[in-house]
């Protein structure tokens, strides 16, 4: 039997060990507690989260407003390269049909010879 009361012994050493170090855990969980609930009391930092929250819509405010000026500048931006195109577009047709006259004048005389 003493085999077995030796294991009874260390069982009871090791729960002994374990409630000690249980007391411990929830001591320190209390404390824990505590400072977390004088931590959402704390004045300072409920001031310091609303100043956060505040530079949080005035930074959402600043994206939206940069998002609307580069649509605007896109939508500008095209158009403009539209009425490039088509100002050179219009160029090159005109260059290319006073070319063309004139080739025709300058060879008229050579066609009504026989």
């Given at each position: 039997m003493p085999g077995a009361l030796d294991a009874f012994?260390?069982?009871?050493?090791?729960?002994?060990?374990?409630?000690?170090r249980l007391q411990e855990v929830s001591v320190l969980v209390r404390q824990l507690r505590a400072e977390v609930d004088a931590l959402a009391r704390d004045d300072k930092l409920k001031r310091v989260l609303q100043r956060e929250e505040t530079w949080l819509a005035e930074a959402r405010r600043t994206v939206a407003e940069v998002r609307y000026w580069r649509e605007r500048e896109a939508q500008r931006f095209w158009s403009g390269v539209v009425r490039r195109w088509l100002v050179a577009a219009v160029f090159a047709v005109a260059s290319a049909a006073a070319a063309g006259a004139a080739y025709a004048r300058v060879t008229e005389p050579y066609q009504t010879q026989p």
């Open positions: 012994r260390a069982q009871q050493e090791a729960a002994d060990a374990v409630r000690e």
